[in-house]
């Protein structure tokens, strides 16, 4: 396997280089497990993930559908719909106050949680073109997130949302947020969303696939924008997505899924440089990239996803592995190849 | 809002005029008129009309008239003097007949609509929010055991009891000595102890419908994306049961609002009669019986127009409530 073919594709727009991950610890994640129980078994969707959010940093969680990333993220906000549950691990969240606070322990439907959702950590959804009461205008729906977290008056919301609505770059704010969702474009309806998570000045952002469901131009918009948020409020952000084009764009580090569990965590230009992990190889292979010639066919990851509910024992990916060597690889271990590289494969290193 | 509430108001009138026509057209389609069932129930008791009597009788009651003449005559009586014509079988201007019958189905109309949403909101939302729990399958199955019971045997039954234990006449809407008497505060006084029976009765079957219908809305509205996005902006789980997705869930029960009218008219008349109930619907029913066409086709109309009537008032609250629905307009 050559390096050129694993290229990280080069940053546009405002993008600079990774930074390094030297800023505070805001939100720690240890050994993290949801699993759903159903009836027809259990689906453990999340099951041991592990990961930390640096002030100013943007950690990148990436993995084919179904591999557990949102499930992950709804875990530490506790909003896992049922029949989910959170069966471990710790989510240890560091206030503004600099307190620090364990969320796994928290009364899902209690005050103190409550509190840290949408002002602490916001969470943009997967699907924010649903993710509006579509009976209330957007002013509503943000003033009343501002007014719950900040206890402001109705004149003081409205104008602290016209704020982050300019911020967000959405022209004429005042006319916007008294407009329904219908009546705005995906991009408008994209940035009131993110306008309404940043309403709070959260500490911590966590963004599930924000642009998919956009187009490629509004897409790069929104990733800009976010970008420049980020530098101006500081915050950490957590962006999910399965596009490896967007990890290369917008990470300073990376965490890969599989199967709910985390088979590689590194930061970005290492991930894509020497990725060890053959599920990853496997990945950034099955990206396109600029500069290649169109001939080229692109390659899908052999075999199907496993079912959920029947995991395949040892290391999941096995069954679709190219590197796969029986007796080797039935319990591959979470180990630091190099500094603050982790991979799960009992041929690390071998593989590269 | 405006400018849809004018549209709609327009759009009623060619509505209204199509429905006086289908009723007037509706109450002449059976062979026969009135004088001929007429004859046919003298003649059943051994009397005879002659040709020239019945010839007579047809001219001075206009029915030799062609049907647009006809139809044009009564359509300007009942618009320029509110005269819907004589009931033929009771000799009695139809208006004297009309408006106690429709007024006391309007009230039971609306006390039942009350009765049933008062029951099947808070019922459905419980259900929906407590799914599977205990309540939750008492009320399903209480739920089901009232739409499958026919409601006149329910009436029946109702009646029955109330004869056995407690030596009560529940059918009518009044006592005896109010029955015909002119409307006094002891006369609604005696209408409002006796409206409880048929308006359970007549309601069981609505309600155990619409406990279903809010039940399964509402479960829809609730696992819907938005309202987790609003979970995940941290509001309590009181603001997003009743803020955002029990108005969605609200919006069929206000869309039927138009046709609760003719439903229990329709639905509600095997069960007025039975406890005789002095409503549109038994009257209506023997109108059509012996073709007294007039008073059939006043109340085919009035019930007619009181649909639009509902439809539209139903159509503007959704309108008031929804903003995809006034704004798209
Ligand atoms: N409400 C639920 N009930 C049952 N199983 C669920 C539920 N939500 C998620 N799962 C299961 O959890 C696993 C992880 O789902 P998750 O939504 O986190 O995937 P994802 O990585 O976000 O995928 P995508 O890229 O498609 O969004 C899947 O196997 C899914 O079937
Ligand atoms: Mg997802």
Redesign the pocket.
Known sequence: MTTELIDPPARTGSAEAPRPLDTPVVLDVKDLRTH?L?PGGT?R??DGVSYTLHRGRTLGIV????????????SVLGI?????RNVGGTVTLTRRDGTNLELTSLDPRGKVIRSVRGNEIAYIF?EPMSALSPIHTIGHQITEVIRLHTGAKRDEARFRAETVMRQVGLPRPDAVLDRYPHQLSGGMRQRAVIGIALACNPGILIA??PTTALDVTTEAVILDLVRSLQKEGGMAIQF?T?NLGVIAEIADEVVV?YM?RQVERAPVSQLFHAPQHPYTQALLRSMPRLGHRAHERLEAIQGMVPD?YDVPPGCAFHTRCRHYVPGTCDSPEYLEVSPRHWVRCSRAGEVA | MIAYTIQRLLLAIPTLFVISLLSFVLIQLPPGDFLSSYAATLAALGEQLSGDTLALLRESYGLDQPIYVQYYKWITGIVTRGDFGLSLEWKQPVKALLWERMGLTIALTLSTLLFTWLLAIPIGIYSATHQYSPLDYVFTTIGFIGLGVPGFMLALVVMWIAFIYFGADVGGLFSDQYKNAPWSLGRVWDLLQHLWVPMLILGMEGAAGLIRTMRANLLDELHKPYVTAARARGLDETVLTYEYPVQVALNPFISTLGWALPGLVNGGTIISVTLSLPTAGPLLLRALQSQDMYLAGAFILLLGSLTIVGTLISDLLLAWIDPRIRLTH
């Open positions: 759903f159903m689906v969707a999340v993995g084919e559908s179904g591999c557990g990333k949102s499930v992950t993220a709804q896992v719909p049922r029949p989910g997967q599930d696939e999910i399965h899924m709910g959920p």
